[in-house]
């Protein structure tokens, strides 16, 4: 398969063909290569890498009713995003090393675009060993701090070079409930002391001011951080009411005008968006789920700061896509569009601006804090490993046509020929 058009190579746009066998790219050439060619030199289409989201919900089990692997990944789909890392806080919790098995079994038949799993902190260390041959790393949360076995689990996960991600709100620092600043900056240097100590891979996920990256910076690159798109753009002061409930909350509008405006500057690791369904019937009230989808969202939003001219193309495809698959361990294969990488792709189309519509969904929450908000292009097609998975608005490959990324990580990439 050849396919042909403006691409983003690294940090550069050029008009190329991008040829690509079982799979993985294996030429780039200004002229046409011999074959069909399908065609995306159109005014406005821009192929970029596959975006990359850490940090996903993707339900299934007991709570497939607010997502499940298929609708999840088919809004992964339409957000042009290739690769999903799912969390473990599921129903039943995925802590245990039978659940995990079973969500990889559930996963592999519904995935249409590849995934990763996260395995919760486990109750026994007896449902430790070996989680990681299922698992690309493991989450923390907030009511795994006072695990008696943490100490224990981190040094496992730093002996076996295991991603540890966390989700950083200390509970000893929210009085009533008040999910504060303070609370977020207690865990970020906690987890930090740790994995300088340790050697720890760790990730703290969601941070929500400019300060909380700066004080995750060890110096070192095993410490990385990540913020989602609503607190770029959303704050408390505007932004009130059940669609805008999250975990942690979205900040006052100084804190978050800080963070967009300094979102090059700083040194942020990764966009992910926390894409967290909940029924409409569940956001409602006071006890009200905290969290909303993000997967359709995601990337419009970051090309519409492209066209504000707040971040460049790189600088999406670096933060949702290239650094991501670093953090992952898989760059060397992923992140960018060059020979000898997988023919992860997606053709974004910039021409005109929609206003977000949650009722056009793929995924099972029809609702969103940016409803309404105009953002610039749409996905037209996403590609993994070199097939077609979506296009615009059409799943085109069954169930199950997603793979576990555990079986990448061992891919090498593909040797280039060179010469001819
Ligand atoms: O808002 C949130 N929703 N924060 C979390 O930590 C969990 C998530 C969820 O699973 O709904
Ligand atoms: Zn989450």
Aim: glycine share 8%; charged share 25%; aromatic share 8%.
């Amino acid at each position: 398969m050849i396919i042909h058009g403006k691409a983003l190579l690294w940090d550069r746009i050029e008009n190329v063909y991008i040829k690509i066998d079982d799979g993985w790219i294996t030429d780039i050439s200004k002229q046409a290569p011999t074959g069909e060619v399908i065609e995306f030199d159109k005014p406005g289409m821009v192929i970029l890498p596959g975006m990359i989201d850490l940090h996903v919900h993707m339900r299934d089990f007991e709570q497939s009713y607010k997502e499940d692997f298929y609708t999840g990944t088919l809004s992964a789909a339409a957000g042009g995003v290739c690769i999903v890392v799912d969390m473990p806080n599921t129903r039943p919790r995925n802590n245990r090393l039978e659940v995990l098995r079973r969500r990889e079994a559930v996963a592999s038949s519904k995935a249409i675009v590849d995934y990763g799993l996260y395995y919760g902190v486990p109750e026994s260390l007896d449902e430790l060993e070996g989680y990681e041959e299922l698992a690309v790393g493991m989450k923390i949360y907030p009511q795994d701090y006072d695990n008696p076995h943490l100490s224990d689990i981190l040094r496992y996960n730093a002996n076996k070079n295991i991603l540890t991600v966390v989700h950083p709100e200390d509970p000893s620092d929210m009085s009533r409930g008040v999910r504060s600043l303070s609370s977020e900056y207690k865990a970020i240097s906690m987890f930090r002391e740790k994995a300088v100590k340790l050697g720890l891979r760790l990730h703290l996920t969601h941070l929500t001011s400019v300060n909380s990256i700066f004080l995750a910076q060890t110096g070192e690159s095993n410490v990385t951080t990540d913020t989602c798109p609503h607190y770029l753009l959303l704050n408390s002061d505007q932004h009130k009411g059940i669609y805008y409930k999250v975990h942690p909350p979205l900040r006052p509008k100084d804190i978050q005008e800080s963070l967009l405006e300094n979102i090059k500057q700083c040194p942020l690791d990764a966009i992910s968006t926390d894409h967290a369904p909940h029924t409409i019937d569940e956001k409602m009230g006071h006890d009200g789920k905290g969290g909303f989808p993000g997967l359709e969202t995601a990337l419009p939003i970051l090309m519409t700061l492209y066209r504000r001219a707040l971040l460049t193309l790189w600088d999406v495809a670096r933060l949702y896509s290239y650094k991501p698959a670093a953090i992952l361990g898989l760059d060397d294969i992923l992140g960018t569009i060059e020979p000898g990488k997988l023919a992860n792709l997606v053709v974004y189309d910039m021409d005109g601006e929609y206003p977000v519509d949650p009722s056009g969904f793929k995924t099972k929450a029809k609702h969103s804090p940016f409803d309404g908000m105009k953002v610039v292009g749409r996905v037209y097609c996403t590609i993994v490993r070199g097939r077609f998975v979506y296009i615009d608005g059409e799943a085109h490959v069954k169930n199950g046509y997603g793979v576990n990324i555990k079986n990448l990580l061992g891919a090498r990439p593909k040797p280039v020929s060179t010469g001819d």
